[in-house]
Every structure is written in structure tokens, then in C-alpha cells.
């Protein structure tokens, strides 16, 4: 597996696939990889002949307060595994790279709508940093297929809406959320739960699944939404929201929507850190 840092490498391999007319399939990530995105690589592996992972980890998504100076970066780990499981090329670029004019400048994609509720409420600006990163990815590397995982709903939506709004050639595939034995969702952040977080994080996903049984029984979802935010703060979690939403569109389901449409979606902190999960209930 080849490792580029700057644009010129990049296009040189890519314009060598090109001429052989073979398609190419991204995978985009921050590194720190995990079961998670090796699920998303052996996807893209499936959907073309040539596969590039990039390892980025994007200062413009990150608010203020967040842990973009802290975040993980195991390059050499992730190069490692990423060549174990025969990826083609890892894309790793430096900031200067990504952001030419400066991050603090930088062109900024806002996608409007979708970007405005749940995460958008709790991470003001984070969608904008994706959208502009994805869209910027898209443009160096122009695959025919971009893989996704459904543990970042929200996220899949916005880039799902980019790809359409500006055009783009390219397929987005989502690959569903991989979890531990527990029901833990895999993240790269889960490696900072201490024992005691670490054994109380997989609440999250029973709650969701306990919210999915309710609404499918009838019960009304304020009420299900208000027992389950009761239910995880007695566990000692603060819930940032605790919602059932129609799935493409994250807006209140109104009360003639399909169940298959909805999903319910948590993000709730556990002294430092922030979990967010879902569960789509077509998944069921
Ligand atoms: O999901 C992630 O790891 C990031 O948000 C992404 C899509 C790679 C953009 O930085």
C-alpha cells in the first residue's frame, strides 16, 4: 500500500488507475482506526477494484472546546492495519494540504436544514467543517463511491444532501454501525472511557432499543423520548436529546409515518465525554 501526503502523489496514482479505467471507492476517516472502519474498507473493497482511506483529522469540524489537539492520531498504526487488509493507497494529508488558504479562512460549505437540529445544536459550525472536508476529499480524490458508517447519522444525511445539492458523480454507501458484544457503538473517543464509564456507555444502546420496542408497540414518542432521557440520567448520563425522528430527514415524525421511516438517535455525556448512537428502526 502506497502513503501520499500532498496532491501531486495523489493524482499520480489515481491517473494511473484512471487509464486503466478502473473505478475507485473512498473511505474518509480521522484515523485511530477501529473494527468500525476496516467494516467500511472491506465494503469499499466490494463496490471497486481500486480503494484510498484518508486519515485526516479535520480541524475545522471541532468546536472551541472540543478535543481536536487530543484527538488520537496513530498513523503508523493505522497504515499498518489499512496494509494488512490490502487497501490500495492511504491518503494522509497535512493541514497546509487540505486547507491552502489557512483553516481559519477556508472556503466553508453549509448545508442548510438538516445541519440545524440535534448535533447541529449541541457542535454549532461542526457540519459545516464536514461538509467542507467531505467536499474537498471528494474533489482531490473524485471517487465513484463514498463509504459511510450509520454511527454518525447525521453526518451521512448532510454528506448524503451534498452529493446530491452539488452533483456529484459519485455513489455514498452506508455501511450500519458496529458494535461490541455489549452493544457499545465502536468510536474512536470510546478508548477515553474509564472502567466505570466503559461499563456503563452500553445503556445507551439498550435505551435505544427499548425506545424502538415502545414505538413499536403505539406508545406516544414524547412520552417514550421523556422515559428514556429519565432512564439514562438515573443511570448518572446528562442526554443531550433522546428523540424519535424520521430517518432521512431528522424531523418529528408525524403521526401517520411508517415505523420503518423513523430512527431514534441519543447523545448523552458521561462526566467528559459525549456518546452519540442510533437506531434505525428498519434495522429491526
Ligand atoms: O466521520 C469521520 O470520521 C469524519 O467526520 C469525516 C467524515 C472523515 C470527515 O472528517
Not at 163 to 170: F, V
Not at 262 to 271: D, E, F, H, T
Request: aromatic share 6%; with cysteine; charged share 20%.
Amino acid at each position: 500500500m502506497q502513503t501520499v501526503h500532498d496532491l501531486a502523489s495523489l493524482r499520480a496514482a489515481l491517473r494511473a488507475w484512471r487509464q486503466q479505467d478502473q473505478r475507485i471507492a473512498l473511505v474518509p476517516t480521522m484515523g485511530s482506526l477501529h473494527a468500525g472502519h476496516y467494516a467500511l474498507l472491506r465494503r469499499a473493497q466490494q463496490c471497486a477494484p481500486r480503494v484510498v482511506a484518508s486519515v485526516f483529522v479535520n480541524p475545522t469540524q471541532f468546536g472551541p472546546n472540543e478535543d481536536y489537539t487530543r484527538y488520537p492520531r496513530t498513523l503508523a498504526q493505522d497504515q499498518a492495519g489499512l496494509a494488512a487488509l490490502d487497501c490500495d493507497l492511504l491518503f494522509a494529508p497535512t493541514v497546509e494540504v487540505m486547507y491552502p488558504c489557512g483553516s481559519e479562512d477556508a472556503l466553508s460549505i453549509h448545508v442548510p436544514g438538516i445541519t440545524e437540529v440535534l448535533e447541529g445544536v449541541h457542535r454549532p459550525g461542526h457540519f459545516d467543517g464536514v461538509a467542507t472536508v467531505v467536499a474537498k476529499l471528494f474533489a482531490m480524490v473524485q471517487p465513484d463511491y463514498a463509504v459511510f458508517g450509520e454511527k454518525d447519522w447525521q453526518q451521512l444525511q448532510v454528506v448524503r444532501r451534498l452529493q446530491r445539492d452539488l452533483g456529484m458523480a459519485l455513489e455514498i454507501i452506508a455501511l450500519p454501525t458496529v458494535r461490541e458484544a455489549d452493544g457499545l457503538a465502536l468510536s474512536s473517543r470510546n478508548q477515553y472511557l474509564d472502567a466505570a464509564q466503559r461499563a456503563r456507555a452500553p445503556l445507551i444502546h439498550a435505551t435505544l432499543l427499548w425506545m424502538r420496542s415502545a414505538a413499536q408497540q403505539g406508545h406516544n414518542h414524547a412520552v417514550i423520548e421523556h422515559a428514556a432521557a429519565q432512564r439514562l440520567q438515573r443511570a448518572g448520563f446528562a442526554p443531550d436529546y433522546c428523540v424519535i425522528r424520521v430517518a432521512d430527514t431528522l424531523r418529528p415524525a408525524s403521526g401517520d409515518a411508517p415505523f420503518a421511516q423513523l430512527i431514534a438517535l441519543i447523545a448523552a455525556r458521561l462526566g467528559s465525554m459525549r456518546l452519540i448512537d442510533n437506531l434505525p428502526f428498519a434495522a429491526s
